[in-house]
C-alpha cells in the first residue's frame, strides 16, 4: 500500500469540498495541507461552505492569503440585518431579504478578495470550478461551470433563513447543500476524486443523501473527515483560527497514511 499523498499525485485529481456551517475555516485547512504537501486538483466542485473556500481557491488565492482573509473576518464585516435601510447604489443586488441577513456585506467581502486576482467569471479562474446551488422554483440542483462567480458562491451559501436566495441568471437560487451537500453532482461518473467530508451537525435532519453514502470511499474516491473540530458560528468566530489549523494538521497526518 502506498500513502495517500503518493496514490493522490500519482494522477489527476478533483476536490470536492462539502457545505457545512461556517466549514470554510476547515476546508481553507484542507487546502493548506494540500500545498504543503505539493498536491494541486485539476479541479474544485463545492457546495456552501465547500463554494466559497474553493471558489475563492480556485480563482487564484492562495491557502494562506485566503487563511488571512478568513482569521481576520469579524461578525461585523458579514452581518447585515434586512431590516436595515438599503442604500440606492444597492438596488441591482441579486439577494432578496427573505432571510436574516440581506448578504450584501457578503458580497463586498467576495467582491474585494476576488479583485485581488482578477477573476470575475468561472471560466476565468485559475483552476477549474464548479458551484453547486439548489434552484428553488424547479428544486433540482444546478451545478455552475461557467458566468460570474460572485452570485454563484453567493447563492451556494444562501443558507435558509439566515440568507435570502439569490437570483442566478434570472431564476433564484438557494444553498447547494439543500439537494447536494458534497457537490458530488458536479463530478462526471469517472472523476478521480478527494473529497472533504464535513460532519452534518444541524438538529435538523438532511433533505437529501447520507453520512453513510458520503463517507464511503471506492475506487475513484478518497474520502477525508474531520468529526471533532472546533465549531465556528458567527458569535463564535474565534473559533475558526482553531478548526483552519486543527483540520491543516489532521489532513497532513491523513496524507501520511496508507491507502486501503
Not at 440585518?81 to 441579486?94: K, V
Not at 452534518?200 to 473540530?229: F, N
Amino acid at each position: 500500500m502506498s500513502r495517500r499523498v503518493e496514490a493522490l499525485a500519482a494522477e489527476p485529481f478533483t476536490l470536492a469540498l462539502s457545505a457545512g456551517f461556517f466549514g470554510f475555516y476547515a476546508h481553507t485547512g484542507v487546502l493548506l495541507a494540500l500545498e504543503q504537501a505539493g498536491l494541486k486538483p485539476r479541479r474544485v466542485v463545492g457546495a456552501s461552505a465547500g463554494a466559497i473556500a474553493g471558489g475563492m481557491w480556485a480563482a487564484g488565492l492562495s491557502g494562506a492569503r485566503l487563511a488571512e482573509i478568513l482569521t481576520s473576518l469579524r461578525r461585523e464585516d458579514f452581518w447585515d440585518p434586512t431590516w436595515q435601510r438599503s442604500r440606492p447604489e444597492q438596488a441591482r443586488d441579486p439577494g432578496t431579504a427573505f432571510g436574516l441577513l440581506r448578504g450584501r456585506k457578503f458580497d463586498r467581502l467576495l467582491a474585494d478578495a476576488l479583485a485581488e486576482v482578477g477573476v470575475e467569471n468561472i471560466e476565468d479562474c485559475a483552476v477549474s470550478f464548479a458551484g453547486v446551488t439548489h434552484e428553488l422554483r424547479r428544486r433540482r440542483t444546478v451545478v455552475h461551470e461557467r458566468g460570474p462567480i460572485r452570485p454563484v458562491i453567493r447563492a451556494s451559501a444562501a443558507l435558509p433563513l439566515m440568507f435570502g436566495p439569490v437570483r442566478v441568471a434570472g431564476t433564484l437560487h438557494a444553498d447547494g447543500g439543500i439537494s447536494d451537500r458534497p457537490a458530488f453532482s458536479a463530478l462526471a461518473a469517472d472523476e478521480r476524486c478527494l473529497y472533504h467530508h464535513l460532519p452534518h451537525r444541524s438538529r435538523w435532519p438532511r433533505v437529501s443523501g447520507s453520512e453513510a453514502d458520503d463517507r464511503r470511499e471506492s475506487v475513484l474516491r478518497m474520502v477525508v473527515v474531520h468529526d471533532e473540530l472546533p465549531r465556528v458560528n458567527p458569535m463564535a468566530l474565534d473559533q475558526g483560527r482553531r478548526a483552519l489549523e486543527s483540520a491543516r494538521e489532521q489532513t497532513l497526518r491523513w496524507l501520511d497514511g496508507r491507502s486501503g
